[in-house]
C-alpha cells in the first residue's frame, strides 16, 4: 500500500543543493533579462582582453549612451572598426577632436589600431554578470557538447529538486510517497 501526504519536513541534502543551484541560476538570468526590458543589450564576453576586469563566459550589460556622452575609462561596447561583425568591449584611453575613441582592451599591451567611430559605439558597460556568457561563448566555438552538458544539468537539478521523496516512516510500515517535499508545512496527520 502506498500512502500519500504533504511534506515531510525535510528535504535531502542533494533537493537543497539543487533548488540552491536553481535558484542562483534563476537569480542571474534575472539580472541579465532585466536590463532587456529598460532597453539595454546583454553580450557574451568570447575573449580575455579585459581581464582581470572582466573575464571570459561573463555577461556584459550596456545601456545606450551615446559615443558624445562617453567618458575616458569607461567599458564600451562597440562594431570593431576593422571587422564591423565583431563585437569587441574595451576601456575608452582617449576621446579624439573629432569623437572617435580611442580603446584598450585592459589585459593587451598596447591600444587598438584603429580609432572607434560615433556611429560604431552601442553603449557603455553597467554591469557584469559572471559565468552566465558560458553558454553563448561554447556555442560561439563549437562546443556543442559543453551547451547540452549545461542544459542537461540544469534539467537535472530540476528533477532532483521536485522528485517525490519515498518514506518508510508510517507506523503501518507501509511507504509514504511524498509528492511535493518542498512544501513542508502542509504535514496530514
Do not use: C
Not at 569607461?74 to 568591449?89: G, H, M, T
Amino acid at each position: 500500500m502506498t500512502l500519500r501526504r504533504f511534506g515531510s519536513g525535510l528535504l535531502s541534502t542533494g533537493q537543497v543543493v539543487s533548488i540552491v543551484v536553481l535558484a542562483i541560476a534563476g537569480g542571474l538570468m534575472v539580472w541579465a533579462a532585466l536590463p532587456l526590458a529598460l532597453g539595454w543589450s546583454t553580450h557574451a564576453v568570447a575573449t580575455g582582453s579585459m581581464t582581470p576586469q572582466v573575464e571570459v563566459g561573463d555577461l556584459l550589460v550596456a545601456d545606450r549612451t551615446p559615443a558624445a556622452e562617453v567618458e575616458v575609462g569607461e567599458v564600451v561596447l562597440f562594431k570593431d572598426p576593422s571587422q564591423p561583425s565583431r563585437l569587441l568591449s574595451h576601456r575608452v584611453t582617449k576621446i579624439n577632436d573629432d569623437g572617435s575613441l580611442v580603446t584598450k582592451g585592459d589585459a593587451n599591451p598596447t591600444a587598438d589600431l584603429m580609432p572607434v567611430p560615433e556611429q560604431n559605439v552601442i553603449g557603455v558597460a553597467k554591469l557584469r554578470i559572471p559565468w552566465l556568457g558560458y553558454p553563448s561563448v561554447w556555442f560561439g566555438s563549437g562546443r556543442y557538447g559543453m551547451v547540452l552538458l549545461t542544459l542537461f544539468g540544469l534539467t537535472g537539478a530540476t528533477a532532483f529538486a521536485v522528485w517525490p521523496d519515498k518514506k518508510t516512516d508510517d507506523p503501518t510500515g507501509a511507504q509514504v510517497n511524498e509528492p511535493w517535499p518542498w512544501l513542508v508545512h502542509l504535514r496530514v496527520p
